[in-house]
């Protein structure tokens, strides 16, 4: 599995605790920046990483800014994109049993590592369901 991982200034510090996650659990991840806490667009870094996945560069992107918001609504503007916001582990697995959410994005503000990195296995170790009525409801999102 391979995952594309961003964040602006507001969700910098969560990201570091997640890309360490990732590494103890030999996860490979590529950080789409940003590269240090200074205050910088999240639009710069969610259209990357959302392109990186819509190219199948990437199994999964993760996003994280302040709230999540920003960043989250940036990425879903990309055809293909499913960016799920999530602070908790039911959303989180409920999001890839039904949407098939291909970006987890969270909010450094919002959630403490503790809970993120739950959120965060819970998102990459549940599959799609695969069901029909998911099926033809991502299908009219695309539509
Ligand atoms: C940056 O201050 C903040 O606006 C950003 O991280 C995010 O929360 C936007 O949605």
Known sequence: MKIAIGSDHGGFELKAEVMK???????????????DANSCDYPDIAKPVAKAVVNKEYDFGILICGTGIGISITAN????IRAALCSDCFSAEATRLHNNANILAMGGRVVGPGL?????DTFLDTPFSNE????RRINKIEE
Request: net charge positive.
């Open 21 to 35: 996650h990732l590494s103890d659990r030999g996860i490979e991840f590529k950080d789409f920046g940003c590269y």
């Open 77 to 80: 503007k990309i055809k293909g």
């Open 116 to 120: 993120a990195l739950k959120i965060v």
């Open 132 to 135: 029909e009525r998911h099926i």
